[in-house]
């Protein structure tokens, strides 16, 4: 097997597929499956802000019905399940100390207060780091762009304040400068970014025209956002480059990694074929790499980035501008455009 060491968060990996946060990595015998696979880490669920909202909302409408307490009560204490986020601590805590592969918490929050008691609450579990989720879904017209990337770059410099494990951050593409929001936050010294969180879309019902839920797996090929702006980043920040959305392959691995990412998150893909992908997508990375003659992933790592790309031929590859290319040279791809 080829030596396919790297890093996560500045923390040495046996390999870089990584097992993304889901519902899936809750489940220790999952989990423990996909460490049989040979995953190189995995990212615990999401610890979500409006879930522990909820669930302190429900215990306020519990407790209002034992305000006036008397002697013919039945009992004094009013029926409130086990805590939701002292519940997930335990299990994170329990996935910790089970497995042998580093393991990273995920976190959701809303507040700065929350953002940083959370994480500092997740720190005392034992994990290896912290991924924080962050995102902005416009629902406020009055909003301005710049002071939402000002207050999430505070919330991360917050955060880092105040815990000393490895904090990563985990971004969607819906900023109006993605890279320069990605430099922003750069400086705060965070150890990786992954690129791009997926989120849920809404849909509709027109049978009975009502909203319907839906799982939003990825697709084979969804990589390519990802690729793009990791292969724009890379030589230009100092945190390792995470890339996540849509791989399902050794192949698409490959890409991302010649592209600049340092390792690789996966779901959606064991989702739809089970974990034994994990092995499945190593095991052709490995071949690929025998194939070429590279002996480690950083013999190749971000040879394709925009940075190490000749400026004479390749200096479109990674911008707009390519589409401009693609129209030119159509009637190589597409056959001969007819003259009318």
């Not at 996935?95 to 580093?102: D, F, G, I, R």
């Not at 019902?205 to 990589?223: A, C, P, R, W």
């Not at 956002?225 to 050794?250: H, K, P, Q, V, W």
Request: aromatic content about 8%; some cysteine; proline content about 2%.
């Amino acid at each position: 097997m080829k030596n396919l060491e790297t890093t996560f968060m500045g923390i040495k990996l046996d390999n870089p597929v990584i097992l993304g946060a889901c519902n899936m990595s809750s489940n220790i015998d999952q989990l423990k499956k996909a460490e049989d696979q040979g995953v190189g880490a995995i990212v615990y669920k999401t610890l979500f802000e409006e879930q522990v909202q909820l669930e302190n909302l429900q215990l306020e409408e519990r407790l209002e019905e034992y305000e006036h307490i008397h002697a013919e009560m039945t009992k004094i204490h009013p029926d409130v399940d086990f805590s939701d986020i002292e519940y997930h601590l335990t299990r994170l805590r329990k996935a910790k100390e089970s497995l042998s592969v580093p393991v990273f918490a995920s976190l959701n929050a809303v507040n700065k207060a929350s953002w940083v008691n959370y994480a500092k609450r997740i720190e005392q579990t034992g994990v290896d780091g912290i991924e924080l989720n962050l995102y902005q879904t416009p629902i406020n017209f009055d909003s301005d762009a710049s002071a939402i990337e000002r207050e999430q770059v505070a919330i991360v410099e917050e955060v880092k304040k105040n815990v000393s494990i490895p904090v990563s951050v985990k971004l969607s593409s819906g900023y109006t400068n993605i890279l320069h929001f990605v430099k922003k936050l750069d400086e705060t010294g965070v150890a990786s970014f992954v690129l791009f969180n997926a989120f849920f879309q809404p849909d509709i019902d027109t049978k009975n025209e009502s909203h319907k839920k839906v799982f939003n797996l990825s697709q084979k090929g969804d990589y390519k956002e990802t690729l793009r702006y990791t292969g724009m980043l890379y030589g230009n920040i100092e945190a390792d480059i995470c890339s996540s959305r849509g791989i399902f392959t050794g192949e698409d691995a490959v890409k991302l990694i010649l592209s600049g990412a340092t390792t690789v998150q996966v779901v959606s893909s064991i989702y739809k074929n089970g974990v034994e992908r994990i092995a499945a997508i190593k095991t052709e990375l490995a071949e690929w790499m025998n194939k070429k003659g590279y002996n480690s992933l950083a013999d190749f790592r971000g040879k394709l980035a925009n940075c190490n790309l000749d400026k004479n031929e390749n200096s479109l590859v990674y911008k707009r501008a390519q589409y401009i290319d693609l129209m030119l040279t159509s009637d190589t791809i597409f056959g001969k455009i007819p003259e009318y």
